[in-house]
Nanobody, 124 residues
Framework: QVQLVESGGGLVQPGGSLRLSCAASGSIVSIIAWNWYRQAPDPGKQRELV?????????NYVDSVKGRFTISRDNAKNTVYLQMNSLKAEDTAVYFC????????????????WGQGTQVTVSS
């Protein structure tokens, strides 16, 4: 079984920084891609893909976080990070990590796994 455990959320003032981490454990063969999503408190907003990094370290960001957020991965630790700088009130959300990976149980198939979510609140 695979587990993704997130950490690093919290309350921060506008303009501040936070670093989220997400560690994967279990019978993992390889992690193909990591993604960070967020779900804002507004019920009318859909879950949003914030940042992504692939196995060749290609990265993508939603326009609203470009230049402020950085996604990175540590393959040796099966961990992904999201460094968030210059945080704004509109960044307030529950942040979820997602990994597309292969397991020893079924190494020919890639599946998605999710973390439990971590709350980020940006407020003065």
């Amino acid at each position: 079984q695979v587990q993704l455990v997130e950490s690093g959320g919290g309350l921060v003032q506008p303009g501040g920084s936070l670093r989220l981490s997400c560690a994967a454990s279990g019978s993992i063969v390889s992690i193909i891609a990591w993604n960070w999503y967020r779900q804002a408190p507004d019920p009318g907003k859909q879950r949003e893909l914030v940042a992504a990094v692939t196995s060749d370290d290609s990265t993508n960001y939603v326009d609203s976080v470009k230049g402020r957020f950085t996604i990175s991965r540590d393959n040796a630790k099966n961990t992904v990070y999201l460094q968030m700088n210059s945080l704004k009130a509109e960044d307030t959300a529950v942040y979820f990590c997602n990994a597309r990976l292969r397991t020893w149980r079924n190494p020919s198939s890639a599946n998605d796994y999710w973390g439990q979510g971590t709350q980020v609140t940006v407020s003065s």
